[in-house]
């Protein structure tokens, strides 16, 4: 056990923004992160594996998963469903571990206003433009052009939820926004690392201070 809570970090993007490969750079700076897994009942693309970057599951099991209170959060995005399942973070938040979640606004939503919201760091990656949002999408070759036409289509519905996250990101160039993200964490951390031990430190200096007169 330790006396640190892990936090909970929040990568939110319009899709094609960059979220996922920042996601997968963070884990390999650091792998004590973990990465929340969700459940999505969307096919999965070519590459994908189940387990590691999603739980393929279908309609009947994400609704039965989430009637039975398993979720943390969940969303219906792009006419589907997804959701972060709870027992994994709260295993892993209690053992001090870090978690990061590559979710949409919605979700970073209930996170923030449930219990771990104090817990939560929340950072919005915004794309340099529109015309490269879209680029992004096709050079990614995974979807279809109906299937990234209507991702375009919710990419504001998405951005416009910006100013809510902790830290907003313009993900121009990729690895200037990999350091920011990780200057970001480390200072995080020692944000919350020292927080307990503040009030004690704040007290003595109080003492000290009396002592003064
Ligand atoms: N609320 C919520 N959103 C999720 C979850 N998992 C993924 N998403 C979001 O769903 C959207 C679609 O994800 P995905 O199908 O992987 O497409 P991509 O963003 O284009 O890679 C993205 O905004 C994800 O961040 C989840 O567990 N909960
Ligand atoms: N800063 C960047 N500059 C150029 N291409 C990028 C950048 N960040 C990501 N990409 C590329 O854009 C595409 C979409 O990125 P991805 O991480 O899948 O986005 P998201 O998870 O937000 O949908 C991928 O092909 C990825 O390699």
Redesign the pocket.
């Known amino acids: 056990m330790t006396d640190r809570r892990g936090l909970l970090i929040i990568l939110s ?10 996601a997968k750079q963070l884990m390999a700076w650091d792998p004590s992160l973990k990465f929340s897994v969700s459940a999505t009942t969307r096919d999965p693309r070519e590459g994908e594996v189940d387990k590691r970057d999603y739980f393929f599951v279908s309609e009947a099991d994400f609704r039965k998963a989430v009637s039975q209170g398993e979720m943390l959060e969940h969303a219906h995005v792009f006419g589907n469903n997804y959701g972060s399942p709870k027992s994994p973070v709260e295993a892993a938040i209690g053992a001090g571990r870090d978690v990061l979640f ?1 979710i949409d606004w919605q979700g970073a939503q209930q996170i923030r206003t449930s219990a771990l919201g104090p817990y939560t760091l929340s950072i919005f ?1 915004l794309p340099p433009s529109i015309p490269e949002l879209h680029r ?2 096709i ?3 995974q979807d279809t052009t109906e299937t990234i036409a209507k991702r375009m289509r919710k990419s504001w519905d998405e951005i416009s939820h910006w100013d809510g996250y902790d830290y907003v990101l313009v ?4 690895e200037e ?1 990999e350091e920011k993200l990780k200057t970001i964490i480390k200072a995080e951390r020692m944000r919350v690392a020292q927080q307990p031990r503040l009030s004690d430190h704040v007290r003595r200096l109080q003492t000290e201070f009396e002592e003064l007169k």
């Open positions: 993007s319009p899709s094609g923004a960059g979220k996922s490969t920042l590559d990656i992004r999408l050079s990614r070759g993900n121009d160039s990729l926004t």
